[in-house]
């Protein structure tokens, strides 16, 4: 049992690890073609914050290891396979609540690491990216990457969707994770000014925060931005 339950441990680090190099790879190729001498003078910096993210991905593959053998071995968790295993109008649902839900959940976690004592300890190792690279999404001291890595492993016990949605949301999270950080707007500005983009999180909201710290907590969504007053707009710089 053991035996198997480190191989899922390992497996589940090793794709973390992958997902992380190839898509903070590609956008930071992105942006070495869109912003030419964005990375000069941050060599030092990036290799960092890829030894940081590292760590990171044996943080999150850790749980998401053992929380993947119980649904195999023992049918741990509410994900389900079968595609009439619940309503079809739920099945785009599941997604959406589980973005809210990590949005909501970071949100508070990530405002209350902003207090100093909290900063100093966790917080920092983040924000030593300045500018921040696509290279930084994952850039966390241990104690911030368990807050995040405990996130999906217990919403998969609460809260049912299946296989197909969850992979979606982690797409989500990949590519919000690491285009947040490109210094940047990939993003069309017709949707970045628009009602809609108005509740989103990209770029240009997120590098605000990494400008002046005390704003702009959100994750996806600007909704407990506006509702708690830390929504400072989008950043002039991108």
């Known amino acids: 049992m053991w035996t198997a339950i480190i191989f899922s441990a390992l497996a589940m680090t090793a794709i973390v690890a992958a997902r992380y190099l190839a898509s903070s ?3 930071a190729l992105a942006t070495s073609l869109r912003l030419p001498g964005y990375h000069a003078r941050l060599g030092r910096q990036i290799r960092r914050e890829i030894g940081w993210s590292l760590a990171s991905a044996a943080i999150y593959g850790i749980p998401a290891g053992v929380v993947a053998w119980g649904w195999q071995e023992h049918g741990w968790t509410r994900l389900y396979t079968e595609w009439d295993a619940m309503p079809l109008w739920y099945l785009p649902l599941a997604p959406l609540l589980y973005l809210f839900l990590h949005d909501a959940w970071f949100y508070w976690t990530h405002r209350l690491m902003h207090r100093p004592k909290w900063f100093r300890a966790m917080h920092a190792v983040h924000h030593a990216s300045r500018p921040p690279t696509a290279w930084a999404a994952m850039s966390f001291h241990p104690w911030e990457a368990i807050t995040g890595a405990i996130v ?3 919403l998969v016990f609460l809260v049912p969707i299946h296989v197909a949605m ?5 797409l989500v999270m990949t590519v919000m994770g690491v285009t947040n950080h490109m210094g940047w707007e990939m993003f069309p500005r017709t949707l970045v000014h628009s009602r809609l983009g108005g509740w989103l999180i990209t770029a240009s909201h997120h590098q ?11 994750l996806y969504f600007r909704f407990w931005d506006r509702l ?11």
Do not use: M, Q
């Open 25 to 27: 790879g590609v956008f």
């Open 152 to 154: 999906i492993p217990l």
């Open 166 to 170: 969850l992979g979606l949301v982690l």
């Open 208 to 218: 605000r925060h990494h400008e002046e710290y005390k704003c702009n907590y959100g």
């Open 228 to 238: 708690c007053g830390t929504d400072k707009g989008l950043s002039a710089n991108i």
